[in-house]
DNA sequence: CGTGGGACAGATGATTCTAA
DNA sequence: TTAGAATCATCTGTCCCACG
């Protein structure tokens, strides 16, 4: 059992933190996290050892306890993408409803699987009927074109949220069906239909065959719906 | 001719497995 | 726990075809 000195304790518990939380920025909490706690315990008993096993065991309670404490925390969708579009700070799920008239219902729909509901490019692929690497080539092309357009004038942004269309009355159950039936072009239109009318579809999940579908109504309500 | 879409190959990154 | 290897997933570039 090799005893540690104090300096190398950032050191260990940063390479290890970022291990078990896959993110730098929990990382560094974490590890400030585990380095009071561990300070905590040496002014309690300083004779206490400090080892490697006694750190990882400390950080790894330490992450449990703050994922316990974090469980029903919502992770904004910006943050789960920022790596991905570190220029342009896009978040997908705004520009898909704002722009998605200018992209094609199949690009659309493929943007909305796999960049908003982390669809893998295989289950897309499966789903509008393509093959994967169609998928991908699609899926850059649709990246592409979102962000050119992110590049113009905010005014066309503005003008996009603005364009309601008239008469355009799609309730949930349009959406769960055009999922049920693959219909792109469905999808598309109850899509940009709900989040005109303030709908937006939270989170989508396929299990056991069937889609989980979590919504957010206007006045911030999530409610669930399950696909037959 | 421009654009959208599909196919393919190679590169790159992420994840999983295994041995030390 | 860690490092390295193997495997898998994704991205990118290029070419081709169809269509208006």
Not at 5 to 21: A, F, H, M, Q, V
Not at 182 to 203: R, V, W
Request: with cysteine.
């Amino acid at each position: 059992m090799i005893e540690l000195i104090r300096k190398d304790w950032k050191e260990i518990l940063t390479t290890y933190s970022l291990r078990i939380t896959g993110n730098r920025w929990d990382a560094e909490d974490l590890t400030q996290d585990v380095i009071v706690k561990v300070i905590e315990a040496v002014r309690k008993n300083p004779e206490r050892p400090i080892t490697k096993a006694y750190l990882y065991r400390i950080a790894k309670n330490a992450w449990i306890d703050s994922q316990r404490a974090h469980k029903i925390r919502t992770v904004p969708f910006e943050q789960n993408h920022e790596a991905a579009t570190p220029d342009f700070l896009l978040s997908s799920r705004e520009l898909l409803e704002q722009l998605a008239e200018r992209l094609s219902p199949l690009m659309c729909v493929i943007l909305l699987l796999m960049d908003v509901f982390n669809f893998t490019a295989k289950e897309t692929a499966v789903f509008v009927k393509m093959r994967e690497a169609a998928v991908q080539v699609s899926l850059g092309r649709a990246r592409l074109k979102l962000k050119k357009l992110s590049q113009e004038s905010t005014a066309i942004k503005k003008k996009k949220v603005v364009q309601k269309r008239k008469g355009t009355v799609v309730d949930l159950d349009v959406l769960v069906d055009a999922f049920q039936r693959c219909d792109p072009k469905a999808i598309y239109h109850a899509f940009i239909g709900l989040a005109q009318e303030g709908m937006h579809l939270s989170q989508l999940k396929a299990l056991n065959g069937k889609l989980h579908f979590t919504f957010r109504d206007p006045d911030d309500n999530l409610f669930n719906v399950i696909s037959k």
